[in-house]
């Protein structure tokens, strides 16, 4: 499961203060995440537009319409129009612990979109997407659930009504094999929990308007602690999203009822978007955000008072945009952020990661440090994740020059041992269009890094594994084969179990002309 909880050092909100609205675990802050062991992964930084497209929109980059053009987005934007193109014979890879990849939906009579995963105590996994099922026009969300026991997928489950559009769901997982599962719908957020004994609750609605005036509702994250309840963060924002806010709500496990909303964030005409959340098994939460001139802003919920606290900056001064936060919690408490980033410093619409940790012990922040090589380029897409003994890993894009240039995944280590992080290292061997950086941990200090890499032909999925006694890498190698002469494309995910069981999802072509959900594990 994993353990997110980022405690930031601002007391005030007052969010349902008679319940304490708690985020954690399980197995996702936004994007894959470790299935135990207190290992963590960031969330996707939120984007602000409408993934209602039916497109990548949001997958992983931001899909966040304007704001992000100007700072460079997210390497996602070109690239993935060239996924699926043949560009010949297909390379075996190195060999590699992956299964080949199997589809866990059966609709082709349109796309499956952004799948993501979680996995609970288990062992067992959850996958959830949105498609346009046979015999309608409408998006729904769907799920899946893999048994450890059984060794298989069942059949997709349709969790939201036929009678309306829904996007973007995210899934969090906990130890005793509960899930939660929110999206955007019709401009609301709905939300759907499941439990081994009663199977998938009818999906219910979180926040349906802001003051009476209705607003977009858009890029839900969810978490759930060790007691089954769950926190969503999303944002809100008008018809433009030239205002927008940065809502939350906790789902009580006990009454599976979900608290009145409530905004995270200061107020006043600035702009709130690319929202991540991390959470861990005792119910603390962070959230992180960009607002106000693009800064990165933190909010932590403390599962003691019930209280989301004050909002503070992250982003150091000089700081001119920031983009993509994401943020992993570790069982100590301790939490590490990290974000794409440009200074008065750099160079024109050069992007450096920075990153900042948090310290429970004092209830603090240190100050943002960057971690990539300088004068590297266009850095962003950054992905964390923390182990059970406060080690963690960045994972990020590089770009060099340009947000369209072929470039590398690039990534560092946190050692706590010796509290400082290390030389960069360059994930990817061969230059190619590279997104969607995915990192976990299992329980003993291993990692699984996963990417998306397109070099003109077909696109794949490559991964590579750590090693926590050889505290070494290993090599990399291709989780996805592709099929009919076309690879992956779109968003990919991952989750790592306790035991270090790896997840794999993303979109690939199937035989039925579109592109479907499939799932790959390691071992």
Sequence with gaps: MNRFCLAVAFAGVTLAPSIACVITSG???????????????????????????????????????????DAGAEADAGAEADAGVDGGAEDAGPVTCWTAPAFVENDNSNSAELPRIAVDGFGNAFIVWYQVPQGSSNFRAFATRYSAA???????????????QAYTPEVAADRAGNAAVVWSQNNTIMGSRFTPAMGWSDAGIILVSDGGTTIQQLDPRVGIDDAGNATAIWVGCNGSCTASNIYASRLVAQSETWTPPGII??????????????????????????????KTWANRFNVATGLWGDAGVLSSSGVYFSVLPAVAIGVDGNAVAAWGQGTVDTAPNETRIAVSRYISASDSWTSAVTIDPADAGKSTA???????????????????????????????????ADAGWEAPTTMSVDAGYAETPRIGFDSAGNAVALWLLGTGGPWWVWSRHYNATSASWGPEVKVHVAKNGVGAYGAIDLAVTESGRA???????????VYSAWASTCP
């Design 265 to 294: 964030h200061p107020t006043g005409g600035l702009v709130a978007r690319n929202a991540a959340l991390s959470v861990e098994g005792a119910g603390n939460a962070i959230a992180v955000w960009t607002q106000g001139g693009e």
């Design 382 to 416: 950054a992905r964390v994740a923390v182990d059970g003994v406060g080690n963690a890993i960045v994972l990020w894009v590089n770009l060099g020059t340009s947000y369209y240039n072929w470039g590398y995944v690039w990534g560092s280590r946190y050692s706590a």
């Design 27 to 69: 197995d996702r802050s936004d994007g894959g995440i470790d299935g135990g062991g207190g290992a963590g992964a960031g969330a996707d930084a939120g984007a602000g537009a409408d993934a209602g497209a039916g497109a990548d929109a949001g997958a992983d980059a931001s899909a966040d319409a304007g704001a992000e053009a």
């Design 150 to 164: 059984d060794g298989g997928w069942s059949e997709p489950v349709a969790l939201s009504p036929a009678s309306s």
């Design 503 to 513: 997840f794999a999802t993303g979109m690939a072509y199937d035989d039925g002309g």
